[in-house]
């Protein structure tokens, strides 16, 4: 089996010197850049499986990064490193797509553990290949277009609706729970709950099925979450 591969984006040399050498004990593939622009010219090359992100970079933030790698529809886990613990600081991080935050200095063993975890998470959740195009019935959800083609109209899907809809379609036939939705989808945002996710299910249902009272796709299992049936 090939190693997993982890960016770190980093420009401390001690701290550079302790990732590289604790993560390549642990069997990890590793590469160091230590600016944000080097960072996203890497990432085509090395096709990481996890990102290591300090947020004060020279040039580009780690932010910044973290914003233009998910512009790229790349969905490998990104934890942030750094000094900064405001609470507004974690916020705009997993607001704009990164999934763990740890402030500096921490322990190795605790960043590890996050690491597995969040590889774990991937290959429970993930499966290969980009889908595009979902074809439910008469209807056309076209997620590179951001659109839903219908017999009696076309309709714009928001950014939130696609990530949705990926997640449901790679997870398809199989239940999937409230809080598993706001972990890889909504990724735990400030103040997200519940009830957030069934408010979009319902306007996601409107728009995908021509009969969204009587659902044959997006479907809700009572006391359980939700699943996408696909043929």
Avoid at 47 to 56: A, F, K, V
Avoid at 133 to 155: C, M, W, Y
Avoid at 163 to 182: G, H, W, Y
Wanted: charged content about 30%; glycine content about 4%; overall charge negative.
């Amino acid at each position: 089996m090939s190693r997993k591969r982890i960016l770190i984006v980093e420009d401390e040399p001690s701290l550079v010197f302790t990732l590289r050498d604790t993560l390549e004990n642990e069997g990890y593939e590793v590469a160091i850049v230590e600016s944000g622009n080097d960072a996203i010219a890497k990432v085509p090359e090395f096709q990481p499986d996890l990102m290591l992100l300090d947020i004060m970079l020279p040039g580009m933030s780690g932010f910044e990064v973290c914003k233009k790698v998910r512009e790229m529809k790349l969905n490998f886990p990104i934890i942030m490193l750094t000094a900064r613990d405001q609470e507004i600081d974690k916020v705009t991080g997993l607001n704009i797509g990164a999934d763990d935050y740890m402030t500096k200095p921490f322990g190795v063993k605790e960043l590890l553990a996050r690491i597995q975890a969040r590889l774990r998470r991937v290959n429970t959740y993930s499966k290969p290949g980009p889908i595009d195009v979902v074809n439910l019935g008469e209807v056309r959800v076209q997620l590179n277009e951001s659109k839903v083609v219908r017999p009696d109209k076309e309709i714009e899907l928001t950014t939130r609706e696609v990530e949705l809809i990926r997640f449901l379609v790679a997870n398809s036939n199989e239940p999937v729970s409230r809080d598993t939705l706001l972990e890889h989808v909504w990724r735990y945002e400030y103040s997200t709950n519940t009830r957030t996710v069934d408010v979009h299910i319902s306007k996601l249902r409107s728009k995908i099925e021509m009969h969204p009272d009587d659902p044959r796709y997006l479907v809700t299992l009572h006391g359980v979450g939700y699943m996408m049936k696909m043929p």
